[in-house]
T-cell receptor, first 113, second 111 residues
């Protein structure tokens, strides 16, 4: 139990669907992150939020839309995804933004049909 | 462009062996280096290194940083099958918010 919970654990969706990934942390952290991990590739940072404000968008396509309503919750809204978007999506949080150790959730395994 | 190179890319050892994992980096405005262990899913934090020559230890794991030569090593003594994982070395810079994750070293410890 890392203190970071992601739901759902698995998601299969068609290219025209709209779905959302949810992340919740119970660690009192102020920074939250979305990462993508494709098969046999390094973790790729997608978005960073610090105190609910987006501070980093790593050139992510607009079909991925993050939302951070408060420091404990982070969403990733998905629509009209492509097959190459199939991957493990990991959420992480840290006390502050910067070189603070990040605590990761177990991820959502996303498959696009 | 920032760069992280870990070696070896993969390694198979027997239980009880000692392993040394290497990480070399080129990062502008280097600030610190973090080590993570990734088993089946989420990476878990191991160490954060900011100063050269100061060894950090946690049980059978230890790590050290050389800021002059731009590398770090992670040692695991008396390896166990539970040490099987991908080990990620992540340098951090003052000028960026992003952790530069590399491909890591995949370690397999056989009984």
């Amino acid at each position: 139990e890392t203190g970071v919970t992601q739901t759902p654990r698995h998601l299969v969706m068609g290219m025209t669907n709209k779905k959302s990934l949810k992340c919740e942390q119970h660690l009192g952290h102020n920074a939250m992150y979305w990462y993508k991990q494709s098969a046999k590739k390094p973790l790729e940072l997608m978005f960073v939020y610090n105190f609910k404000e987006q501070t980093e968008n790593n050139s992510v396509p607009s079909r991925f839309s993050p939302e951070c309503p408060n420091s404990s919750h982070l969403f990733l809204h998905l629509h009209t995804l492509q097959p190459e978007d199939s991957a493990l999506y990991l959420c992480a949080s840290s006390l502050g933004q910067g070189d603070q150790p990040q605590h990761f959730g177990d991820g959502t395994r996303l498959s696009i049909l | 462009e920032d760069k992280v190179v870990q070696s070896p890319l993969s390694l198979v050892v027997h239980e009880g062996d000692t392993v040394t994992l290497n990480c070399s980096y080129e990062v502008t405005n280097f600030r610190s280096l973090l080590w993570y262990k990734q088993e089946k899913k989420a990476p878990t934090f191991l160490f954060m290194l900011t100063s050269s020559g100061i060894e950090k230890k946690s049980g059978r794991l230890s790590s050290i940083l050389d800021k002059k030569e731009l590398f770090s090593i992670l040692n695991i003594t008396a390896t166990q099958t539970g040490d099987s994982a991908i080990y990620l070395c992540v340098p951090w810079s003052y000028s960026g918010y992003a952790l530069n994750f590399g491909k890591g070293t995949s370690l397999l410890v056989t009984p």
